[in-house]
C-alpha cells in the first residue's frame, strides 16, 4: 500500500507541484479505492461468508465513522518523505495505480449493476 500510496503522490505531484495537496489527493484516492475494494468484495462474498456486519458499516450512520477511520488508517501506512523521493527518483511506473483502480472500477459497476446484468 505504501507503494501504491507513493505513486498516486507522485503522479500528483507532477499534475499539481503541491506537496500538501498531492498528499492530501494520494490519500484520499487511496482511501476511496480501498473502500470500493472493501465494499465490493463484502458484496461478492456475500453469500459465502458472515460478511453482513462489513456490509452494515455502509450503511448510513455507520459510513460517517468508516470514512475518517480508512483516512486514519491510510496515514498510518503513508510512506515517509525520505521513502516517497526514492519512489519519485525510480523511473515512474503507474501500472499499479490503474490496476487498481480497474479492479476498483469493476467492484463499482457491478456492486451497482449487479440486478440489471445477472
Known amino acids: 500500500m505504501k507503494r501504491l500510496i507513493a505513486r498516486a503522490y507522485s503522479a500528483a505531484y507532477q499534475a499539481t ?15 476511496a479505492l480501498n473502500l470500493v475494494i472493501i465494499y465490493g468484495s463484502g458484496i461478492l462474498l456475500q ?10 458499516l455502509f450503511t448510513f450512520p455507520y459510513i460517517f465513522a468508516v470514512i475518517p477511520a480508512m483516512l486514519l488508517l491510510n496515514y498510518i501506512i503513508a510512506p515517509s518523505d525520505g521513502f516517497i523521493a526514492q519512489e519519485k527518483k525510480k523511473r515512474m511506473d503507474n ?10 472500477a469493476v467492484l463499482l459497476t457491478y456492486t451497482l449493476c449487479c440486478d440489471k446484468l445477472f
Request: hydrophobic share 50%.
Open 17 to 31: 507541484g503541491s506537496k500538501t495537496l498531492s498528499f492530501a489527493v494520494a490519500l484520499c484516492y487511496v482511501s
Open 47 to 56: 453469500g459465502l461468508l458472515p460478511i453482513s456486519f462489513v456490509l452494515q
Open 95 to 104: 501500472s499499479p495505480i490503474i490496476l487498481y483502480t480497474a479492479i476498483s
